[in-house]
């Protein structure tokens, strides 16, 4: 089945710090992948859409400066959490799927805390 | 808006007591339905897709089965192993657009 592979799976960081994560699709190419956010007790949010080679499509409420996305290739897409503070510590998680009539897999996720 | 709703929020089993978990959505057209189970500290596992009113998926002891209106996900003698949150989604937007509900932490106990 399809794999993504999301790295690393823990970042504890100091506030105003840049954290990075990267999100892979091990065994197909991903033209889009997705950004997803999850605080406690909540369900995942959306936050955005990575278009490889193309700029990326936020969801209303996401600061496309604080949350930097780059999809260089058609395996990998890159999320950076720029000047991190307290309030930004959640579990990220990266999706992507073989088309886009196909379900979504999902990575094992980052949980970032922030000091 | 898709809407999609989960309940209970939390579900505590004894191992072999049977239940059902309900997902009820508001969408503007519906292009199929997930099922997915998310242990902590890990991303969601996919479980099934459905359709259309009046489809039913198995694996193992779950059961999934959709309405016009809601989904069930069916738990047959569970094991403790079964326990974790089920999220329950609808493409919105475009099909890789996922809509999730809050989800419901189940936990069976031996």
């Known amino acids: 089945g399809a794999v993504v592979s999301q790295h690393p799976s823990r970042v504890i960081c100091k506030s105003g710090t840049s954290v990075k994560i990267e999100c892979r699709s091990l065994d197909f190419q991903a033209t889009t992948m997705f950004w997803y956010r999850q605080f406690p007790k909540q369900s995942l949010m959306l936050m955005a859409t990575?278009?490889?080679?193309?700029?990326?499509?936020?969801e209303q409420g996401v600061e496309k400066d604080k949350f930097l996305i780059n999809h260089a290739s058609l395996t990998l897409s890159t999320l950076t959490v720029t000047s991190a503070h307290p309030e930004d510590s959640s579990f990220y998680i990266c999706?992507?799927?073989?088309?886009?009539?196909?379900?979504?897999?999902f990575g094992s996720g980052t949980q970032l805390s922030v000091l | 808006e898709d809407q999609v709703t989960q309940s209970p929020e939390a579900l505590r089993l004894q191992e072999g007591e049977s239940s059902s978990l309900n997902c009820s959505y508001t969408v503007s057209g519906l292009r199929g339905l997930f099922w997915y189970r998310q242990d902590p500290g890990k991303g969601p596992e996919f479980l099934f897709t459905l359709y259309s009113a009046g489809e039913e998926k198995e694996k193992e002891r779950l059961k999934a089965t959709l309405t016009k209106k809601e989904s069930f996900l069916h738990i047959t003698a569970p094991k403790p192993e079964d326990s974790a949150t089920y999220l329950c989604a609808v493409p919105s937007g475009g099909y890789q657009k996922v809509t999730f509900g809050i989800g419901t932490k189940l936990q069976v106990i031996p």
């Open positions: 999706s992507a799927s073989r088309d886009q009539n196909e379900k979504l897999f």
């Open positions: 990575s278009n490889e080679g193309s700029k990326a499509t936020y």
